[in-house]
């Protein structure tokens, strides 16, 4: 197994247990590991501090253990075990409420570069490093040991794995084979899932309390929820009695997406009303006013080198909503990229409430939910921000 020494002091980042080791912090390496290689990381002396896997880029290696042990099919079980005990702690695994939920989420279930979404008796599965990419099947075994109601598992990682990587990866079943397109449960409403064409793993799981919170609000308010995708906050503001809602997005497939997940749970219900349209175009040439709105936007920055725009963009975006709610109005807003931080992503929406001159107050600031942990050495993986705010 390759050694990896790390230069003075460099070790002190892994003695606090976070789990990447950066290519500026490396003194030598002893071997010659090949991408996706599982590597042994030492101080400079060589007293050992973690075994984890190698990849070409400012992040050398991502930490799987901080002790030495072998990484077997008992580590992948005991690993996988640990993670589906928290969620059943959770009260996630309920076939009659709710049987949709993410088993594996990076470092926050201490296994850097993999991702695992459950969709009953579905696993899907992402790699985001090669190393993750080169075991997939021993862990989708260890899927399939450690979780009885799941008898299938999709891998679908073409579009995550690094591009210059010397692999040729492809989307299909590990285990198994269920199909494509499932109905999802999710706090007793469905969902269509569609792992194979849709976006991540199929379904935006990590927005379910805070559609739940939505549904509080909605009773009597007339509701635009903006970058709809699959509509699962305008499921929930119909369950939660809204007198009407209207789902922006500006993907044609969306909106599609959108009415069958409004139909599969209020079928003929006239309330709802979707448009394919881009946002600020909507909102320019759409004077209506909404007592309530959400947006939800995707990333606005992917990279540091992207994040004075995006900054830009959620201000301008906030803007635009400030302007067309009404009095007494509530605003959930969202931030779903890595590298805004809380602080920048709340300025941008203060410095777009005080151009409004409105009075806003901050009712709930909100975040990830439970199945989507960040691990607390890695505060990096905090990557969902919302307020709630209250406009007058």
């Keep these: 197994m390759t050694t990896i020494f790390l230069k003075p002091k460099k070790e002190e980042s892994l003695l606090r247990f976070h789990p990447w080791v950066f290519s500026g912090a490396i003194l030598r390496t002893e071997g010659k590991p090949k ?15 973690a075994l984890g896997h190698y990849q070409i880029g400012s992040i050398t290696v991502r930490i799987v253990s901080f ?6 099919a008992g580590f992948w ?15 996630l ?40 990419h080169e075991i997939r099947q021993t862990i989708a075994e260890a899927i399939i040991n450690n979780i009885p109601e799941v008898k299938n598992v999709y891998y679908k990682s073409e ?19 269920a ?27 990590d927005q379910r309390d805070n559609r ?6 909605a009773n009597g308010r007339s509701v635009l929820n903006m970058f709809c995708y699959t509509g699962g906050f305008s499921v929930y503001a119909m369950r939660g009695n809204a007198k009407l809602v209207h789902s922006v997005d500006s993907s044609a497939k969306a909106i599609e997406l959108t009415n069958k ?53 959620y201000k301008r975006l906030n803007a635009k909503a400030f302007e067309q709610i009404k009095p007494e109005g509530i605003l959930f807003t969202f931030s779903c990229s890595q590298v805004v931080t809380k602080e920048q992503f709340r300025l941008a929406v203060f410095s777009a409430a005080a151009e409004s001159k409105r009075s806003v107050r901050i009712l709930h600031q909100l975040t990830q939910p439970a199945d989507h942990p960040i691990n607390i050495y890695h505060p990096e993986g905090e990557y969902l921000k919302g307020l709630v705010l209250w406009v007058e």
């Design 77 to 91: 079980n005991d690993r996988i075990r640990q993670a589906y005990e928290v969620r059943k702690s959770l009260a």
């Design 212 to 217: 739940s919170l939505l549904e509080h609000y």
């Design 35 to 49: 991408e996706g290689d599982l590597v042994r990381v030492v101080d400079k002396d060589g007293n050992f501090l």
């Design 179 to 205: 199909g494509g397109d499932y109905t999802a449960l999710e706090n007793g409403l469905r969902f269509h899932v569609d792992w194979l064409r849709g976006q991540k793993t199929g379904f935006f799981i």
């Design 67 to 72: 002790d030495e042990r072998d990484i077997d």
């Design 93 to 132: 695994v309920n076939p009659e409420y709710n049987n949709t939920y993410r088993l594996i989420h990076g470092e926050g279930d201490l296994l850097p570069g993999l991702i695992i979404d459950i969709y009953e008796d579905t696993a899907v599965m992402q790699a985001h490093s090669v190393g993750m």
């Design 261 to 313: 997940n409004i139909a599969l749970n209020f079928a003929n219900d006239n309330r709802h009303e979707a448009f394919a349209e881009d946002a600020f175009k909507y909102f320019s040439e759409n004077n209506q006013k909404y007592d309530l709105i959400i947006l939800d936007p995707p990333a606005f920055a992917k990279h540091r080198d992207a994040l004075r725009n995006a900054l830009k963009g």
């Design 159 to 177: 579009a995550t794995l690094p591009y210059k990587a010397p692999i040729t990866p492809e989307d299909g079943y590990l285990i198994g084979e």
